[in-house]
């Protein structure tokens, strides 16, 4: 049995300030990002199997460098049964056997298939489809917003009874990641249409169904009645368009099509007599499909939809066509990603704690833990002076974010308690057998927390993962240690340039509790109005100021940033960054910060800002992104730096440059 097993390279990271990256030719005040990274722009290429390149792809290489070493050490030794050595070990020496899989061809996923083709009747449709629920979606953290099953299944603390868990159903069935992909009637949407259908009549043809072509037609149409159904991204992010409880008695008045007890059975969900959906115009649609469209048609989505699933456990050419369609035509991206790289990504989703045990044993260090727990308190405590010193609000919403504030749960690094994944039986050399177990042990573990206690301590994101989180209605957020590295990370450079970078995402996330989403729960996370009516009024209009600003961001001619779309990453840019540059000066005492380079303490500091957002993205990615993703694209999120007083002064910033804002148009929310 050939494995892939490989020296894994050593990666580089920069760290304090890039001055070699800075374009001096460019005024501060004309163009922030391309005066701080303008160099770097000119000179680097984005790797061919990227979408995009800049310092949080540098560091999400390294950690899967990181992470692939920890993996091919536990593929390589004997640890026993059962132990998360030998289930990470074995999970990622059965994806790297390429050769093992290519073997067994479709068999392991036959039965799937035969059952999908056993279909009769509407009944057994609809089991069918509950059969494919999965936990694969989760809205208020901006984790996933997509699903190619007909619905996910979000389990989450209530937002009316924080005490409980419910079970929440949002819209999904489609391939392409968004319903502009099948209803945006502009010649390059329609150019994809015309890819997609041959790509779906492609992965039919691979699996040797018969009449490929006339069914992937179908298929598309199908898809296309469904994206008519969706619900917009804008929606998907509005909270009290979301908070609508159902009974099971209901779903059969307000959604028929759909037989919702054999769904619900087969899904797992037959004993909740209550859930939250989110998108109740999506579900009434996509229920009113299933009775509608023709039974074949149906069948044939479902076997493609089985198929283009789990292409990364099936034969090399349905991996390769799969990423020639999503990789290549949605992405812009030329060039697959290596197998190391895949199966490593792989094991990191599948058994995400169980690898982040490992990760954050080796890569983590006490003294990192806590520099960061010190900058995080450091940051509260000045986003807390913030809100005294609001002098727009009322005493009585002060104290209630005050509240709200002083119970906001953060955790660093990893979490206190590990997740057990005793129960997933993890077998070598079973690649497709394994994907499919990680799967439904990930589904029963969120089917099991209904009914019991909700656990606010629980991590979404694992300790390898690039990024950061905030979890409205739990009130919590998460830092993974691999986030805490250089470039925006480094224990061993001035703080100004760690409060510009490491800080500024503390204090994003700790403004997302009091954006436009998360000022809407209460220290509980509860849904409720704790604002009065005029300080309602005075957020919403500077929330709207913002809007108008980032609209005005158009990085092709024919398509400008969504204002509306995102609105809660802005303003909580904004407010981040303000209370982090708060946070630095607190950190000076009465002194000021030692010059570096010529750059003064507030010069390293925002110029540390504007160089984590340093990107290159190919121009497809960027459109899909500016459709689907509620953040900015990187260039303007390091122009958040004209809305800050004190940016202006350190850079000399005046009346007449492209970025200045006279001082009445600064939006301050926070």
């Given at each position: 049995m050939r494995q892939l097993w490989l020296a894994v390279p050593a990666l580089a990271l920069a760290t304090g300030l890039d001055l070699a990256g800075i374009d001096r030719s460019v005024k501060p005040g004309d163009d922030f990002f391309r005066y701080a990274n303008g160099t770097w722009l000119k000179t680097t290429e984005i790797p061919a199997d990227r979408a995009s390149y800049g310092p949080g792809a540098i560091l999400a290489e390294l950690t899967t460098q990181r992470t692939a070493a920890i993996l091919q050490e536990a593929a390589r030794s004997v640890a026993p049964d059962g132990s998360a050595a030998q289930r990470v070990g074995d999970y990622y020496a059965s994806l790297v056997d390429q050769a093992a899989i290519d073997a067994r061809g479709l068999a392991p996923l036959q039965p799937r298939l035969d059952r999908i083709g056993a279909i009769a009747d509407r009944k057994a449709l609809s089991r069918a489809l509950g059969e494919t629920l999965r936990a694969d979606v989760d809205v208020l953290n901006a984790t996933n917003l997509y699903t190619d099953n007909l619905l996910g299944l979000w389990v989450a603390q209530d937002l009316d009874d924080p005490a409980r868990y419910s079970a929440f159903l949002l819209q999904g069935g489609l391939d392409m990641p968004d319903r502009a992909y099948y209803v945006d009637p502009s010649p390059r949407m329609a150019e994809i249409r015309t890819r997609f259908e041959a790509h779906v009549a492609r992965v039919l043809e691979l699996a040797r169904v018969s009449d490929a072509a006339a069914k992937a037609a179908r298929i598309v149409d199908l898809e296309r009645r469904m994206a008519e159904a969706h619900g917009t991204r804008e929606d998907d992010v509005d909270v009290k368009k979301g908070d609508n409880h159902w009974t099971r008695a209901q779903f059969e008045t307000l959604a028929p099509g759909l037989d919702w007890p054999a769904y619900f059975e087969a899904?797992?969900?037959?004993?909740?007599?209550?859930?939250?959906?989110?998108?109740?115009?999506?579900?009434?649609?996509?229920?009113?499909?299933?009775?509608?469209?023709?039974?074949?048609?149906?069948?044939?989505?479902?076997?493609?939809?089985?198929?283009?699933?789990?292409?990364?456990?099936?034969?090399?050419?349905?991996?390769?066509?799969?990423?020639?369609?999503?990789?290549?035509?949605?992405?812009?991206?030329?060039?697959?990603?290596?197998?190391?790289?895949?199966?490593?990504?792989?094991?990191?989703?599948?058994?995400?704690?169980?690898?982040?045990?490992?990760?954050?044993?080796?890569?983590?260090?006490?003294?990192?833990?806590?520099?960061?727990?010190?900058?995080?308190?450091?940051?509260?405590?000045?986003?807390?002076?913030?809100?005294?010193?609001?002098?727009?609000?009322?005493?009585?919403?002060?104290?209630?974010?005050?509240?709200?504030?002083?119970?906001?749960?953060?955790?660093?690094?990893?979490?206190?308690?590990?997740?057990?994944?005793?129960?997933?039986?993890?077998?070598?050399?079973?690649?497709?057998?394994?994907?499919?177990?990680?799967?439904?042990?990930?589904?029963?573990?969120?089917?099991?927390?209904?009914?019991?206690?909700?656990?606010?301590?629980?991590?979404?994101?694992?300790?390898?993962?690039?990024?950061?989180?905030?979890?409205?209605?739990?009130?919590?957020?998460?830092?993974?240690?691999?986030?805490?590295?250089?470039?925006?990370?480094?224990?061993?450079?001035?703080?100004?340039?760690?409060y510009g970078a490491i800080g500024a995402v503390i204090g994003h996330e700790v403004s997302h509790s009091f954006d436009d989403q998360g000022a809407q729960f209460d220290a509980a996370g509860r849904l409720l109005n704790w604002w009065t009516d005029a300080d309602r009024k005075h957020f919403e209009e500077a929330a709207a100021r913002l809007v108008r600003q980032y609209e005005a961001y158009r990085p092709f001619p024919d398509l400008h940033v969504n204002g509306t779309l995102t609105l809660s990453e802005n303003i909580a840019d904004v407010a981040g960054l303000a209370a982090s540059y708060d946070a630095y000066r607190l950190s000076l005492s009465s002194g000021e910060a030692p010059v570096v380079g010529g750059l003064s303490g507030d010069q390293q500091f925002f110029l540390s800002f504007a160089q984590s957002w340093r990107d290159k993205t190919r121009e497809p990615a960027l459109r899909q992104q500016i459709i689907e993703d509620g953040h900015s694209p990187d260039e303007y999120r390091a122009d958040t730096v004209r809305n800050l007083d004190a940016w202006y002064a350190a850079f000399d910033v005046r009346a007449g440059q492209s970025l200045f804002l006279a001082p009445a148009d600064r939006v301050r929310v926070w």
């Open positions: 899904a797992g969900l037959a004993r909740e007599s209550a859930f939250v959906v989110w998108q109740p115009r999506a579900v009434t649609g996509l229920s009113a499909l299933v009775a509608a469209r023709p039974l074949e048609t149906w069948k044939d989505y479902l076997t493609f939809h089985a198929l283009e699933h789990v292409a990364a456990v099936l034969p090399a050419p349905f991996g390769e066509e799969r990423f020639a369609f999503h990789g290549t035509v949605l992405a812009g991206v030329p060039q697959r990603r290596e197998a190391w790289k895949r199966a490593t990504d792989s094991t990191s989703n599948a058994l995400g704690e169980d690898v982040g045990r490992l990760y954050a044993e080796r890569h983590f260090p006490p003294a990192a833990k806590a520099r960061i727990e010190g900058m995080v308190r450091n940051l509260v405590a000045a986003f807390g002076r913030r809100i005294d010193a609001l002098d727009w609000m009322a005493p009585a919403t002060k104290a209630k974010a005050r509240e709200k504030l002083a119970v906001l749960q953060v955790g660093v690094g990893y979490p206190d308690r590990w997740r057990d994944y005793t129960g997933l039986r993890v077998v070598r050399g079973d690649a497709f057998g394994n994907a499919e177990r990680a799967e439904r042990f990930e589904l029963d573990r969120n089917l099991a927390k209904l009914g019991r206690p909700v656990d606010r301590s629980e991590w979404v994101m694992t300790p390898q993962t690039v990024n950061a989180v905030n979890l409205p209605a739990m009130n919590a957020l998460n830092f993974p240690a691999a986030m805490l590295q250089p470039p925006f990370f480094d224990p061993d450079r001035p703080l100004a340039m760690d």
